[in-house]
């Protein structure tokens, strides 16, 4: 009996299997070859066709030493922390506002998940003309009377990560919102009325109840704005070009630059092996726990 | 009767094929000279490779060389080579025809005498890879120009300058009637390239070839190129409120005397001429910023990826003999505001900024370009480190000049 069953294990499902089999080559293919064919090269000194002519670390040496790939780390590090606070935070919010059964609901929805609708090409290009000090806000606020008013932050090195953070939060928390709107709306009345009953403060039911209940639909969140921060390219492109100077540069951008401007392919593996690597580091640990963890306990 | 009808058409048909031009072969062509007066300079080139009985397909792509040299580059890499196609000469290719991408056009340059007519001889220098030809150069543009705005000094209040050191003094006079002294954009090769002009007029031929020829890590540490430094610095400070980002647009604050000049190439020309504005009335040009008159050749060349059609190969030499002709480099440099890579031929209805310019040529005043001199990547790490400079007050002149001398030290 068990004989005959073994090789049925092979073919339980046959379908789904041979399904699977173009993404399963795909996987192994694009992403798992093109990964480990980037990380090798980036060991050589590549210039504009690939070669494989090694020099050790000598790449990481200089990407660790260029200024430029530093102050693309450290803005990405602002704009990351800060643009998932702010997206969760702003995002929760105006779900949990839209939530409270108010009139005209699915027209507040519509303007909030608006800016979605544009790339960040085009985004970039209105905050590009918003917050210029000559046509935009400042421009707008001086008109009014206030001669003295200055809001210039693309044109100011020190700020001008945060003139793109604004534009990435106006195009990305409407998406958010509707996220956590979907979470505020899957917690089951009854939740609620018992913490009515119960006499628990509104802020205090959402805050120690509704959260914690809300946790897959945050994780999915999550996800979303981290791969939406390691990859943002087209809205720094778009807005700043990387300006003022080099102050509102990004990992991407540099990877790009260097691989296709420079024509030095070595040092653009070198720097995109490194996004990989923080990936890994962020992403590994938090899997581990994720699904390692549940499968023990 | 249906037959009868069939073997008319078929006989129609052929006889049209044999009535059409026999060697009509078709040649893509690609560059990124898609502005008015640039696409204007292009339909010249086309006109006259059409004149040969083949036919350009024109592959234009937009948004400048950093554009489209990935593009260019992959098509060729890819396998899916175009009949030719523009670089600037150069080290762009370079790589391409050391891989044995690109076609080798020694024969052609012998027949036609390119050694003898184009000039200066550098150009066809920067063509040559292990002693054979493999690019027709087609224009010079050269950096080393100041652009003034006549009506903005006249607003100041002040004479017009006739160098660097004239206008660095008539700043504050600018600054204090409301005007931005220099315009320089905020995309990276604008500061880089100004710095580039400065080092060859501030500091001199000499100086500029030690540090992009000879690669002189030292001496670029040195205070001859320290002296370039403190300029770049009055530059700098000079041009702190610009706020704009492309080239064109700093040039526009120049024309309507919102700016008083600007170090650009002559590509800026074909602005101030689309303007309607008049060279010597509206706006003065100081070659070399009036120090050192000296113009670098660099510019714009052909190259032709090696192809297995024997027809668009036959073609790709016809193209390679009509953009060298001097009526075609004639038509093609008045419409571009380049100057023609030959001697020979009659440039009566250049304007007074291209005489200047046709001056210094035949003087034989010329410098390479660092297009010819550094690789992209070191081109590509030094637009990072000027574009912050100037964007970043606080960077001091000595921390720049180091790094700077860092990637003079690692440059290839």
Known sequence: MSKSERPNQIFRNLNAKIASIPMVLTALVVFVGGTAWTVLYSFTNSKLLPRLNFVGLDQYYRLW??????????????????????????????????????????????????PFALSFIVTGLVWQWLLNPDFGVQSVVRALGWTSFSFDPL???????????????????????????????????DIWKAARVDGIPTWKTYLFIII?????????????????????????????????????????????????????????????????????????????????????? | ?????????????????????????????????????????????????????????????????????PIMISRITGGDPMGATQFNHGRQAEELV????????????????????????????????????????????SWQWLWLSNEAFQKAGVPLPKDWNEFVAAAPALEKAGI??????????????????????????????????????????GPEVGKVFKAADDARKMAKNTNVQD?????????????????MGDWAQGEFQVAGKVAGKDYTCLPGLGLNEVIATGGDAFYFPLLKDADKSKAQEVLAETLLDPKTQV??????????????????????????????????????????????????????LFSEFFAKPEMTVEEAQKRFADIIASAD
């Open chain 1, 65 to 114: 030493a260029t200024p430029r790939w530093l102050v693309s780390i450290e803005n990405l590090l602002i704009y990351g922390v800060l643009s998932l606070v702010f997206s969760l935070v702003i995002g929760f919010l105006l779900a949990a506002l839209l939530d409270q059964k108010i009139r005209f609901e699915d027209t507040f929805r519509t303007i909030f998940l608006y």
């Open chain 1, 155 to 189: 044109y100011n090195s020190s700020i001008v990560i945060y003139g793109i953070l604004i534009a990435a939060l106006w195009q990305g928390t409407g998406l958010i919102m509707c996220l956590m709107l979907a979470g505020l709306r899957g917690i089951d009345e």
């Open chain 2, 247 to 263: 080239w064109n647009q700093a040039t526009n604050m120049v024309i309507t005397g919102k700016a008083g000049g600007q170090i």
């Open chain 2, 98 to 141: 050391q891989a044995g991408l690109m076609r080798d056009l020694t024969d052609v340059a012998t027949k036609g005498k390119w050694t003898e007519v184009v000039r200066p001889k550098s150009l066809l220098d920067s063509c040559t890879i292990g002693g054979k030809i493999y690019c027709v150069p087609v224009n010079i543009h």
């Open chain 1, 212 to 297: 914690p209940m809300m946790r897959p639909v945050f994780i999915t969140t999550l996800v979303i704005i981290a791969s939406g921060i390691v990859k943002v390219y087209d809205l720094v492109v778009a807005q700043t070009s990387g300006g003022p100077g080099i102050a509102s540069e990004v990992p991407a951008k540099y990877v790009y630059d260097y691989m296709f401007f420079a024509q030095n392919l070595g040092q653009g593996f070198a720097a995109s092996t490194m996004m990989l690597l923080s990936v890994m580091i962020v992403i590994v640990p938090w899997a581990y726990l994720e699904f390692g963890g549940r499968k023990r306990g």
């Open chain 2, 331 to 384: 038509a093609f440099n008045l419409k571009k505001g380049s100057l023609p890579v030959r001697g020979d031929v009659d440039l009566n209805s250049a304007n007074d900024c291209m005489k200047k310019g046709l001056a210094i040529l035949a003087k034989g005043a010329v410098i390479p370009w660092t297009d010819q001199l550094l690789s992209q990547d070191s081109q590509k790490q030094k637009e990072d």
């Open chain 2, 1 to 69: 009767m249906r037959y009868k009808v069939l073997t008319a058409a078929f006989a129609a048909t052929v006889a049209l094929n044999v009535a059409g031009p026999a060697a009509a072969t078709d040649l893509e062509v690609t560059h990124w000279w898609t502005s008015g007066g640039e696409a204007a300079a292009v339909a010249e080139l086309a006109k006259a490779f059409d004149a040969t009985g083949n036919h350009w397909v024109d592959g234009a792509i937009a948004g400048s060389g950093g554009t489209a040299r």
């Open chain 2, 180 to 221: 931005v002294p220099l315009a320089v954009g905020g995309q990276a090769w604008q500061s880089s390239g100004a710095f580039d002009v400065l080092l060859a007029a501030v500091g001199g031929t000499d100086t500029f070839l030690k540090v992009y020829k000879d690669k002189d890590a030292k001496f670029a540490a």
